[in-house]
């Protein structure tokens, strides 16, 4: 395990895990973690070995959001300090989970609040233990929902859930976030992770390609018109199908074995 100050690496065969690490902070973002965030994210990508990434957090939380605290000597009446903010972080660091040519599980251990909770959901999959919560803490300060937030909840639960959830900022546990949609899956905090490993282990087994074109796909999905889409379908299907992991996967299943995939 590699350790820096505000986030820790380590890993596994095809993966690797980062865990957010300024558990005193509730793993709240200042500068320098976001800058070591986004340096690991886009170590691991470049990392032909690395077939999936897990993002999770250390202590009792995944991540509280903004560390308003490391804003105190910033002058509030610049109006701009939070916009430049998402600009430079938060919104270069949810497009690149969004873009990753590999799966991206969210193993949520604790409290995942404001752009805490919006960065998980950026994450492909989200696993959360039973006692997480989500909690889109914005309009308490008198704010809206960042970090890809207005994007993703109504699309995740709906435009009347996401409303009233980013208005009343009220918490939602992960059973419910389950029951929504919110989420993949809610499991025991005990289990939490060598759930999230094993599936981490098994994605990283598969067509990795195959994983990057699917994530594509679903992006396009959230504007296009069905005719739109088709075309999308059609080109990634190509791409998919020129791949080595394809032929691997209809050689296997002619053959009655199990595939063996190598990722591209």
């Known amino acids: 395990m590699s350790e820096s100050s505000c986030i820790l690496v380590d890993s596994r065969p095809g993966v690797v895990r980062i865990t957010l690490n300024r558990p005193d902070k509730l793993n709240s973002f200042n500068e320098a973690m976001h800058l070591e965030l986004i340096a690991a994210i886009r170590a691991a990508d470049a990392d032909a070995s690395v077939r999936c990434l897990i993002l999770t957090g250390a202590g009792r939380g995944f991540c509280a ?9 910033e002058d509030p009446a610049q109006k701009s300090v939070i916009g430049q ?16 040519r590999m799966p991206v599980i969210c193993a949520v251990n604790g409290v995942a609040a404001g752009a805490g909770a919006n960065v998980a959901l950026a994450c492909d999959i989200v696993i959360a233990a039973g006692s997480a919560r989500f909690i889109q803490a914005f309009s308490k300060i008198g704010l ?5 937030g207005t994007w993703a909840l109504p699309r995740l639960v709906g435009q009347a859930r996401a409303t009233a959830l980013a208005m009343l900022a009220e918490p939602v546990g992960a059973e419910q976030a389950e029951q929504w949609g919110m989420i993949w899956r809610c499991v025991d905090d005990q289990e939490l992770e060598d759930h999230v490993w094993q599936m981490a282990e098994h994605l990283a087994t598969q067509p990795t390609q195959a994983m990057a074109l699917i994530k594509q796909a679903m992006m396009a999905s959230a504007t296009n018109t069905l005719a739109q889409q088709l075309d999308v379908e059609r080109d990634l299907q190509a791409m998919a199908s020129e791949s080595n992991d394809f032929r691997e996967g209809v050689s296997a299943f002619l053959a009655k074995r199990e595939p063996k995939f190598n990722g591209n």
């Open 85 to 100: 903010s998402l600009e430079k972080l938060y919104n270069p660091l949810v497009k690149t989970l969004r873009g990753l």
């Open 144 to 148: 809206i929902p960042d970090a890809g």
């Open 65 to 73: 959001g903004q560390d308003l605290g490391a804003r105190k000597a």
